[in-house]
Antibody, heavy 114, light 109 residues
Framework: EVQLVESGGGLVQPGGSLRLSCAVS????????MNWVRQAPGKGLEWLAN????????FYVDSVKGRFTTSRDNAKNSLYLEINSLRDEDTAVYYC???????WGKGTTVTVSS | QAVVTQEPSLTVSPGGTVTLTCGSS?????????PYWFQQRPGQAPRALIY???YKHSWTPGRFSGSLLGGKAALTLSGAQPDDEAEYYC?????????FGGGTKLTVL
């Protein structure tokens, strides 16, 4: 069974940093692109970033370039999202999504508030 | 980056047919945008319904179909059921980044 489990969310002050993790199982992680998608409370989905199989290619939505960094560890079947200089508008549920968008985690909630 | 547009809301009668569309600010949507469609019910993670314009996943009900229509991607629901009431999102590829549409709230009434 394909599983993606995000972790690392929480309450953080504006300007702070977080590292989100996504542990995957049930598929050959190292052979897939992976994505991060978020959803602010009551809002739509926003694609954030993706990373290719060996981590050599990454793309980001313009609004997070320079603040968000995605990486992966294929030996640990894990995907990461480093978020810096957090802003109120980064408050959202963050989803880890398998490359062909056919499998999603349940998400981890990030709340930015003082 | 591009803006992807969807109808904010649509209503369909039980058993009826409805088409949701997905447009791009950069011009016509083509197969090269690899259009995806997702369904999201309240409190749940999104679920993929359609990929690469018109391909269905094994779990996609047969009443859903994808196409290109008039320069847009389209999701057609034929024979709507109460269970289809949900938010629907399209997703388009722009040569690296992807962009979601704003979503369509579908009411079955």
């Amino acid at each position: 069974e394909v599983q993606l489990v995000e972790s690392g969310g929480g309450l953080v002050q504006p300007g702070g940093s977080l590292r989100l993790s996504c542990a995957v199982s049930g598929f050959s992680f190292s052979t897939y692109w992976m994505n991060w998608v978020r959803q602010a409370p009551g809002k739509g989905l926003e694609w954030l970033a993706n990373i290719n199989q060996d981590g050599s290619e990454k793309f980001y939505v313009d609004s997070v370039k320079g603040r968000f960094t995605t990486s992966r560890d294929n030996a640990k079947n894990s995907l990461y999202l480093e978020i810096n200089s957090l802003r109120d508008e980064d408050t959202a549920v963050y989803y880890c999504v398998k490359g062909q968008m056919d499998a999603w985690g349940k998400g981890t909630t990030v709340t930015v508030s003082s | 980056q591009a803006v992807v547009t969807q109808e904010p809301s649509l209503t369909v009668s039980p058993g009826g047919t409805v088409t949701l569309t997905c447009g791009s600010s950069t011009g016509a949507v083509t197969s090269g945008h690899y259009p995806y469609w997702f369904q999201q019910r309240p409190g749940q993670a999104p679920r993929a319904l359609i990929y690469d314009t018109n391909y269905k996943h094994s779990w996609t009900p047969g009443r859903f179909s994808g196409s290109l229509l008039g320069g847009k991607a389209a999701l057609t629901l034929s024979g709507a059921q109460p269970d289809d009431e949900a938010e629907y999102y399209c997703l388009l590829y722009y040569g690296g980044p992807w962009v979601f549409g704003g979503g369509t709230k579908l009411t079955v009434l």
